[in-house]
């Protein structure tokens, strides 16, 4: 920006101040572009840099009433935009820290895997739920290797029947008939 | 980014600016809610000084968030419409007998507060050498100043505050205009 447009701004800010409405396109018109390529340069970002850029917008025109006139405009224009994207990318970065810390198991080779048998856990958990109390009990007896009421093959015919119904019991509930 | 865009965007931003004049404005009409306060407490009749309290205040707050003139009056305004304020509220405090004796009292009060003001007013216009608006509006947010505490006798406190302003006012009024026509 050259020495014209910057003493231009800054009379045009110091009207602003005073409340003085025709200004106000003016001023932002001179300021549009350099706070977007700031943001651009120091966020690498177009997204990051076009939500910078709005915000730090914001922010000066918040201030313009409180525009010191004996200081130049433009780096107290840039020195608020610089903030803007400062307090962005550390925005970002926190969020992203978040997301990792919440699931730290995404970050992992088998992520999907884990999700999976946690869907899966749940399902026959519910599928369970549905049982009788004595197919559950045999089944609870199978998977712990427990000693149920019955033993022998009444115990090997009740196994098999309350598998068989655990199965209908999960088909039916998740849709896989 | 559109133009559509830098648009809307604009416009938002501009919203913001008068938002932010908005607030300020509100914050620097303080000090007449104090004013008002402490007048509706001194005062015997409190209806009218909050009367004119509010309306002070709704007029202080436009000239703030209008800015330019208008709000360079403010101070200047309140400051000169206290001189009358406080005489009227001595003036009705010393008294505690009936309300024609009060009046009596009061008015002259409120005609030498309001010459006072008019003085300041004048003064602080030319020593700026201000516009139009500078007058019109200090000399408003004076006059309504002071009718906080001369309202309280009534119509009469009122009428005699704005002529002694006027008097007061006038010859600052004339050096303007012959200031003007020498140039």
């Not at chain 1, 020495?3 to 045009?12: C, Q």
């Not at chain 1, 970065?93 to 990792?100: L, N, V």
């Not at chain 2, 919203?15 to 007449?32: D, F, H, K, Q, S």
């Not at chain 2, 000169?80 to 509220?89: F, T, Y």
């Amino acid at each position: 920006m050259n020495v014209r447009l910057d003493s231009e701004l800054d009379a045009l800010m110091a009207r602003l101040a005073d409340g003085d409405r025709g200004a106000f396109t003016r001023v932002f018109e001179l300021l549009w572009e350099p706070i977007q390529t700031l943001c651009r340069n120091l966020l690498k970002n177009e997204a990051d840099a076009a939500d910078a850029g709005q915000d730090a917008m914001h922010k000066i025109l918040e201030r313009a009433s409180d525009f010191d006139r004996t200081r130049p405009a433009m780096p107290w224009a840039l020195a608020i935009a610089g903030w803007e994207c400062r307090t962005l990318a550390r925005r970002r970065e926190r969020r992203r820290e978040e997301d990792e810390a919440s699931m730290p198991s995404q970050a992992g080779p088998h992520a999907e895997e884990v999700f999976l048998q946690r869907d899966l856990t749940a399902a026959a958990m519910a599928a369970l739920g549905e049982l009788s109390d004595v197919d559950r009990e045999v089944l609870v007896a199978t998977f712990w290797d427990e000693a149920a009421s019955v033993s022998g093959p009444t115990l090997r015919k009740r196994r098999e029947r309350a598998l068989d119904r655990l199965r209908k019991t999960f088909r039916s509930l998740y849709g896989l008939d | 980014m559109g133009s559509t865009d830098i648009y809307s965007i604009q416009r938002r931003v501009r919203r913001t600016y008068e938002l932010a004049r908005l607030r300020r404005a509100l914050m620097g009409i303080l000090p007449v809610i104090l004013v008002t306060g402490v007048a509706a407490f001194v005062a015997t009749r409190p209806t009218a000084p909050l009367v004119f309290g509010l309306v002070t205040a709704f007029a202080g707050a436009m000239m703030l968030w209008h800015g330019k003139d208008p709000q360079k009056a403010f101070l200047p305004g309140v400051i000169a419409g206290l001189v009358p304020l406080g005489l009227a509220l001595g003036a009705g405090a010393l008294h505690t007998c009936g309300a024609g004796s009060c009046s009596y009292v009061c008015v002259p009060a409120c005609v030498l507060g309001g010459v006072v003001a008019g003085f300041a007013v004048a003064g602080v216009s030319l020593q700026r050498r201000a516009g139009v608006w500078f007058w019109v509006s200090a000399s408003g947010l004076a006059l309504l100043t002071g009718a906080m505490g001369c309202a309280c006798m009534g119509s009469a406190g009122v009428i005699g505050m704005g002529l002694g302003f006027g008097a007061g006012i006038v010859p600052g009024l004339l050096r303007r205009v012959f200031g003007k026509e020498t140039r």
